[in-house]
């Protein structure tokens, strides 16, 4: 999956594989994934954790009513219930909002379980992706992406840095957000 495909700049995510995004803004980036793909999303989200998505705020990136929220009791069961999301391959996009950076071994879980998910899937594969905090660092992901803001008075904007990837070297995009809620991204 390729963001901002039109201006034909090289923000990708590969389908059926678990990335990662932190920063103040990473709601946001999970937004602009879901903005981009048809269908339901779940957004997990541990039943402990206060900050939760609201539809208000939702709303400039997509309609509110495509979200699916799961609230479970434990951490472990946030990484459980994306696993499954994922091996079922029915949403095209898992979110899991985490306050903790998962072990190695639950990432690899969650890979082979997309990869599952892509064979049983009707449409493209689906795509995971954790949320953590600070600047990230869960162990095994495709890729590791810091987004924060970066608004002006006119506009509100973002800063994106790719800061891992397995197939492409570190970099950093402007993006900024159009007043009829279009996106565009500047190298």
Same mark, same amino acid.
């Given at each position: 999956m390729v963001l901002f495909q039109k201006q034909n700049l090289d923000i990708r995510l590969d389908l059926g594989r678990?990335?990662?995004?932190?920063?103040?803004?990473?709601?946001?980036?999970?937004?602009?994934l879901a903005a981009q793909l048809s269908g339901p999303i779940l957004w997990i989200t541990p039943q402990y954790e206060t900050q939760r998505p609201n539809p208000d705020g939702i709303r400039p990136f997509l309609d509110p009513a495509r979200l699916l929220f799961a609230t479970p009791q434990r951490p472990v069961d946030s990484l459980w219930c994306m696993e499954e999301a994922l091996r079922s391959g029915v949403v095209p996009l898992v979110v899991a909002d985490l306050n903790h950076y998962p072990a190695l071994t639950p990432v690899r879980r969650l890979h082979l379980a997309a990869e599952t998910g892509a064979r049983y899937s009707a449409k493209a594969p689906p795509l995971g992706l954790l949320l953590t905090p600070d600047k990230g660092g869960a162990a095994g992901v495709e890729t590791r992406w810091l987004l924060q803001p970066?608004?002006?008075?006119?506009?509100?904007?973002?800063?994106?840095? #790719?800061?891992?990837? %397995? #197939?492409?070297?570190? %970099?950093?995009?402007?993006?900024?957000?159009?007043?009829?809620?279009c996106f565009t991204a500047m190298i």
């Open positions: 678990v990335h990662e995004c932190a920063g103040r803004a990473r709601r946001s980036f999970a937004l602009m970066d608004s002006t008075e006119e506009q509100p904007g973002w800063q994106l840095k #790719r800061l891992r990837a %397995r #197939r492409a070297p570190p %970099r950093a995009w402007h993006i900024a957000q159009t007043p009829d809620y």
